[in-house]
């Protein structure tokens, strides 16, 4: 009996490892596909778009030094005076932004893109689709760079700025830029990459200036604009959006309008 009760444990246990390599292959398989077999082949090898895996790595560093890290860390510590810091910062980020649109009017609306139709992504390799995917890259390197903006918060020790909507705010585009260049770069989602850069060249200017001193608020008499231009941008791509519902002819994603939409919504 007791030679029966070992070879009953032995199958057992064979079966459990079966089942278990069974289930690392299956979940190997399907993890490949999702994020190498479905990725754009011309984005997909480029830094940090492989795999999801060090972006969320990033973004989980920032979450954990922001909200507990950064505050414990600050707590007994006079606010760090950051001014070079931050008109250094702000203009890169105004540089940073300046370029995007650039590349998006000078390549992309002054040419072929129109707003008032929904564009599909062009997947043929070429100078005019390599530079859109470079756009749209260096769109979600800004995206990381500004995890700084909280940073930096934290570090000044301005707690009540890093609110529930800005945290929100600055962990979803990254993640969407991320998808938007990895799986489909181009196309319509070329809009919101555009008002968006530009509302941020606006705004980090004033950020820059603002870092500069007193001496120049006298100049910063638009900064009660510059909320207003916020919001506009969710409302005016909430409207060029739901072209991608309407449009017959559009082979862009209508999934993409789930991630989108409810956003405009949120923080309009």
């Known amino acids: 009996m007791e030679d029966v009760g070992n070879r009953v444990n032995i199958a057992q246990s064979t079966i459990g490892k079966d089942a278990a390599e069974e289930g690392f292959q299956s979940f190997s398989e399907f993890w490949n596909y999702i994020f190498f077999e479905l990725g754009d082949k ?30 414990r860390m600050m707590a007994n510590r006079k606010p760090f005076d950051l001014k070079e810091v931050l008109i250094l910062y702000n203009a ?21 893109y129109s707003c008032f139709r929904c564009e599909n992504v062009e997947w043929e390799v070429n100078d005019f689709t390599m530079r859109v995917c470079r ?10 760079t500004e995890l700084l903006d909280t940073v930096f918060f934290v570090l000044r020790k301005k707690d009540r700025q890093v609110t529930f909507l800005h945290l929100y705010h600055h962990t979803m585009m990254p993640m969407a830029a991320w998808g938007a260049t990895k799986y489909y770069p181009g196309g319509h989602s070329a809009f919101i990459g555009t008002i968006n850069s530009f509302v941020h060249v606006v705004m980090y200017s004033y950020y820059m200036f603002a870092a500069m001193g007193p001496q120049w608020q006298k100049y910063l008499w638009w900064k009660k604009w510059i909320t207003t231009l916020q919001l506009g941008q969710f409302c005016v791509a909430f409207i060029h959006y739901m072209q991608v519902l309407f449009d017959k002819n559009c082979n862009y994603p209508k999934w993409s309008v789930i991630i989108v939409l409810p956003n405009a919504i949120f923080f309009y």
Not at 47 to 66: A, E, R
Not at 92 to 112: H, P, R, T
């Open 42 to 71: 011309r984005t997909n090898g480029w830094p940090l778009l492989g795999s999801p895996i060090p972006g969320l790595t990033i973004l989980g560093v920032y979450l954990l030094f922001v909200k507990w890290l950064g505050p």
């Open 92 to 112: 890169v980020q105004v540089f940073f932004s300046m370029y995007i649109v650039y590349e998006a009017f000078d390549g992309l609306w002054l040419d072929k």
């Open 135 to 144: 756009g749209f890259y260096v769109y979600f390197i800004a995206k990381l």
